[in-house]
């Protein structure tokens, strides 16, 4: 399949779904369903481009604000090289979780006026855990198994 195609794709997925999942996608309690797909630079590079546009695209549509769009799709980006960068290794399954922890709530924390910023780290954390670890690892895992027939 075409890489450009493939991005698309995963932009698409991801978009799809923030907006199943909306109620729980966005704000200071969060589990972005879609951040499972985080992992998948692993497998496919062209990942990253589709993770940042479907960040970026679903921020637009989420309302957040210039923050979000911007920061949140920068954060994404960031983690989906990371991960790509180090595929396989700690440091490649952590970085979607690590900054999103830390630099989601720090942006949060600033446009939703909250009294506390430790508190939302590991709200965002905990909620960014659970998604990649529960969810995406074993997609990974089924993709790396099945990538012939996948995308």
Known sequence: MNRIARAGIIAAIYIILVFVFQAISFGPIQFR???ALTLLPMVYPEAIGGLYVGALLSNILGGQGPWD???GSFVTL?????TYRYKGRLIGYASPIVLN???V???LWYILDLPAY????LSIGLGQSVVVLALGVPLLRFIQKNQEKFL
């Open 118 to 121: 430790w508190p939302l780290v």
């Open 69 to 71: 769009i911007f920061g």
């Open 33 to 35: 369903v879609a951040e």
């Open 101 to 103: 922890a830390f630099l």
């Open 105 to 107: 709530s720090l942006y």
């Open 78 to 82: 960031l983690a989906a090289y990371l």
